[in-house]
């Protein structure tokens, strides 16, 4: 659908190139911004003391109105990449963090298979003083790993 919209609006926009090539009675068209940076264009200056520009034109002459369709078109592409480039990183992100969760529950498992078969761990002090895990401290072991499979593994 969204390549559908892109592609409408691409048409759309050399149709209007195409218009703008035929032959108009616009003379000189103007380009200003408002107070809130909206794009106006016409055909007569803006009132007041507002700062403008003069548009080329194609040879035939485009109107204002052709040239603001094409402002508008070029702004709605522009939105479009932004969206579409907006929604690209958040896959990736998403696809990231389901590579670190499997990564995770897979080391979830591979501990909890290993405090159950390997029995009370020993670890070695500061000292160098080889200890065993008292049953508590394993059984406590073992329920951190079967929490960070609940965690990680759907």
């Known amino acids: 659908m969204k390549h559908a919209t892109r592609l409408l609006c691409g048409m759309t926009l050399v149709s209007w190139t195409l218009l703008a090539g035929y032959p108009s009675v616009a003379a000189e ?3 200003w911004k408002d107070a809130e940076g909206n794009v106006h264009y016409s055909e007569t200056p803006p009132p007041g003391d507002i700062e403008t520009e003069t548009v080329e034109t194609t040879a035939g002459g485009a109107s204002a109105k052709q040239l603001k369709r094409l402002h508008d078109l070029r702004l709605q592409l522009n939105k479009s990449d932004q969206q579409q480039a907006k929604e690209a990183e958040a896959r990736q992100k998403k696809r990231e963090f389901q ?41 406590a072991r073992i329920k951190a790993a079967e929490a960070n499979i609940e965690k990680w593994c759907d």
């Open 29 to 31: 068209v103007y380009k």
């Open 99 to 139: 590579e670190i969760k499997a990564e995770n529950c897979d080391n979830s498992r591979a501990k909890l298979q290993k405090l159950q078969t390997a029995g009370r761990l020993r670890s070695v002090d500061e000292s160098g003083n080889v200890t065993r895990t008292t049953d508590e401290e394993h059984a």
